[in-house]
């Protein structure tokens, strides 16, 4: 398999795709699979998972609580974990980097803790995923906020005149997605921060499909708080982090409260941690974060502007043999030097769920087909769905030649 | 939609021999109760279906993959519709073969579904003999001789209701003894409906084995089994030559060439 090439302005960096596959046991153990469902769930490499495996062979115990050496190592690995995920995304301290279980517990925590209040306003984007969409629904419901939807253009691409058009001083909060997972679009997201801080308000981006594919640095974004999730990024299952201002997750009310969260209580009254802790009541997840941690530290080895440019290379491929096919549709942006890892399309005369079933069952291509939990972008825009392929590190050329060839082969039955 | 009504059935047999099948046969179910309501299923079913079946097809043959897939619809009415027409049919033969001991009474040399018929297909079996059937005379002699009414010779034909070789000899048998009426007696039993004791003597006595047709001719010939073997005309010609033997050529007919060679033959 030939190695990717990638060009940066002062050196080449080579990223072995072989070799990075022999990492990830699920390739091995399950050969002939083309693994394109990534905007959904990533595979997990073989050191993450002997990581949490090492928690629960080795150190098994309480984190934070336990005096004894097994807690104090697991504690030791906890903050770790912590401090990789805030060097990862270029965070000031690692007291900004919250745990969740996922981008959504993040939004939820958000959504429940920021002080909002009848006529404030909440400006999103017309392309949310459901996480980012119906938190916001619910405080207008709850508070009265109003909730603003800036549309995008015809093409697809985000209207910064009208953004700009939808900001005012009541506006409290700018929630966005930062890469789109229905057709991998990125937002321009500097500007948007720049924007919505010129007029006062805070930014929250939703991160799960832009955080694991290329780099992150929070501090020159100046994001307010991010949102993304573990289990998109190789790391373990139900673990997410939210990432905030330090200033701002000061002044946010804890969401979920309990064990953990307190300094002391008595029988009527309580004192809250500082953060990050006052947000993670109860015992977590902890060989997950440790796993986590660990994925942080394996995409940091191999460079996230070499995944970037390995993605949009393999997206070049088949976009290119794509676009040969008479019947089909992208959907959402359609130039591929606009998405990142992801491809939406449609083959007419044939439904999207039969069109993945089919790569699956006759091709060994795994991808996603419906709405993506993106249900109100569909409506609008009078779509019932789409197959989607997303790629990662882990995905060859040969994977996108193949890919081309069966969705041209199975094209032919809606003719 | 309209192939969850064969699923159901197909998935529903199976279902009750397999609990792997149970789960699909109850979403199968479901999507044909949605479809009697006019609703569409919302499983999504009748889509799995298709699409499974395409992607088998996709491996054979593209092109008939794709003319299934792009005519599902109509396909499946045409496959349902041939599902009940041939279940129809099929009960239709099982009752006939429960009955009739063939699956087609009209032609049963059709059938290859018989269960006691015999290889030349011309007899019935019957089996429900009764043992008590006697008529005591002097001397425990059995009486069985009937073999003529005042003179005139007795022709018996033992056959049953259901028996299909018995329903293709019966009106041959009929047309051809109406010819010599007058100059013979006809003893028509039908033995699953009256049993008179004589004639089931008589029956017995010639039928060892208890098999239907049987014709016995003024107790000279006999015959265990139909004519079907010489087919209608033969058999017509046959049955009008041993009559005109026993009753000594009564009948126009009698003189006829063919007769006369038959009869020259006995």
């Given at each position: 398999m030939k190695p990717t090439f990638i060009y940066s302005f002062s050196k080449c960096f080579v990223m072995d795709v072989k070799r990075i596959r022999e990492d990830f046991p699920v390739l091995q153990n399950s050969k002939g699979i083309v693994y394109f469902d990534n905007a959904c769930m990533s595979l997990k490499p073989r050191p993450v998972i002997q990581k949490m495996l090492e928690y629960y062979e080795q150190y098994t115990a309480c984190v934070g609580r336990s005096n004894h050496r097994l807690g104090k190592l697991a504690t030791e690995k906890y903050v770790e974990a912590r401090k990789t995920i805030a060097k990862f995304v270029n965070a000031r301290k690692e007291q900004e980097i919250v745990f969740t279980r996922n981008t959504t517990e993040g939004i939820n925590l958000l959504a429940n803790s920021?002080?909002?209040?009848?006529?404030?306003?909440?400006?999103?984007?017309?392309?949310?995923?459901?996480?980012?969409?119906?938190?916001?629904?619910?405080?207008?419901?709850?508070k009265g906020i109003e909730h603003r939807i800036v549309k995008s253009r015809t093409d697809n691409t985000f209207d910064l005149e009208a953004f700009k058009k939808s900001m005012s001083r009541q506006v409290k909060l700018v929630t966005m997605v930062w890469t789109s997972n229905i057709d991998g679009y990125t937002l321009p997201v500097r500007e948007i921060v720049k924007t919505a801080h010129d007029f006062g308000a805070v930014?929250?981006?939703?991160?799960?499909?832009?955080?694991?594919?290329?780099?992150?640095?929070v501090r020159r974004l100046d994001v307010d708080f991010l949102a993304f999730s573990g289990h998109k990024m190789l790391g373990p299952t139900g673990t997410g982090i939210l990432y905030g201002k330090y200033e701002l997750l000061e002044r946010l009310q804890p969401f979920v409260v309990g064990g953990d969260t307190v300094e002391s209580t008595t029988y009527e009254t309580h004192k809250f941690l500082k953060p990050p802790e006052r947000f993670e009541a109860g015992l977590q997840d902890y060989a997950g974060i440790i796993g986590l941690g660990e994925?942080?530290?394996?995409?940091?080895?191999?460079?996230?502007?070499?995944?970037?440019?390995?993605?949009?290379a393999l997206n070049k491929t088949i976009s290119q043999r794509l676009l040969e096919i008479p019947n089909l549709q992208f959907v959402g942006v359609q130039a591929s030097e606009l998405r990142g890892g992801i491809i939406s399309f449609n083959l007419k005369g044939m439904k999207y769920h039969d069109v993945s079933l089919m790569l699956d069952r006759n091709h060994g291509i795994l991808i996603r087909s419906g709405q993506h939990c993106a249900h109100s972008w569909f409506n609008s825009h009078g779509i019932e769905g789409s197959a989607r392929a997303s790629l990662y590190l882990y995905n060859t050329q040969e994977e996108a030649e193949l890919f081309a060839e069966a969705v041209k082969k199975i094209s032919k039955l809606g003719k | 939609m309209v192939i969850c009504i064969v699923a159901a059935v197909v998935l529903g047999i199976l279902g009750i021999f397999s609990a792997r099948y149970r789960k699909i046969a109850r979403e199968a179910f479901s999507c044909v109760k949605r479809m009697m309501t006019f609703r569409p299923c919302e499983t999504g079913f009748d889509d799995k279906v298709r699409s499974h079946v395409t992607a088998k097809l996709m491996k054979r043959n593209e092109r008939i993959a794709g003319v299934f897939y792009r005519n599902f619809k109509l396909l499946s009415v045409l496959f349902t519709a041939s599902f009940f027409l041939s279940a129809g049919y099929t009960a239709y033969t099982v009752y006939n073969l429960a009955v009739y001991g063939t699956c087609d009474p009209v032609n049963p040399q059709n059938c290859v579904f018989n269960p006691g018929a015999d290889p030349n297909r011309v007899i019935c079996p019957y089996e429900g003999l009764s043992p008590n059937a006697s008529v005591a005379t002097i001397g425990n002699f059995r009486n069985i001789e009937s073999a003529t009414i005042e003179g005139r010779p007795v022709i018996y034909f033992f056959g049953t209701t259901w028996c299909p070789h018995c329903a293709w000899e019966r009106p041959i048998f009929l047309n051809v003894t109406a010819k010599f009426s007058g100059f013979i007696e006809t003893k028509v039993t039908e033995i699953d409906i009256e049993q008179p004791t004589l004639e089931m003597e008589i029956f017995k006595h010639y039928s060892t084995e208890g098999k239907i047709p049987v014709i016995v001719i003024g107790g000279k010939y006999f015959r265990v089994g139909s004519g079907e073997s010489l087919g209608q005309q033969t058999e017509e010609n046959?049955?009008?030559?041993?009559?005109?033997?026993?009753?000594?050529?009564?009948?126009?007919?009698?003189?006829?060439?063919?007769?006369?060679?038959?009869?020259?033959?006995?």
């Open positions: 920021l002080d909002l209040k009848k006529g404030d306003v909440v400006v999103s984007s017309d392309r949310e995923h459901n996480s980012n969409l119906i938190p916001w629904q619910l405080v207008k419901e709850r930014v929250l981006l939703d991160g799960a499909q832009a955080v694991p594919h290329s780099k992150t640095d994925a942080a530290r394996y995409l940091e080895n191999i460079g996230m502007e070499n995944i970037e440019s390995h993605e949009k | 046959v049955l009008t030559a041993i009559l005109c033997k026993v009753s000594n050529d009564p009948i126009a007919e009698c003189s006829d060439q063919q007769v006369k060679q038959l009869e020259n033959g006995l």
